[in-house]
């Protein structure tokens, strides 16, 4: 082989050695960016998952405490019916003098007894 020749194909075994350099370097840098894609969409997910609970969660214990109010409420509006009701049949009664109870528990309302 003559000195170019010797010379062409040094120098092309020296640009493919750099281009394989290059190639692997270039390789390695898109697997990194690959991986911290990966890890940064899972830390994304793992924090989601986390609020949806977290939001879950607390939309349930408003809910039972709503449900909770609502059933107090429920409770003394239904006393207050019965005793209005009963403060009605009283009146009915002692208007018609058929008033058992010696003792109204409404003062303004006097038995016939």
Known sequence: MDTNTQNL???????????????????SKASDATQTAK?????????????ASSTAQSAQQSAHETKDQAGNILQKTGEQVKSMAQGAADAVKSTLGINTDTTSSHPNITSKN
Do not use: F, I, P
Not at 9 to 24: F, P, R, T, W, Y
Not at 39 to 51: E, I, R, V
């Open 9 to 27: 194909s040094q120098k092309s075994d020296e640009v493919a050695g750099h281009a394989q350099e290059k190639k692997d370097e270039m390789m």
């Open 39 to 51: 890890d940064k969409a899972s830390d994304a997910t793992h924090t989601a998952k986390d609020k």
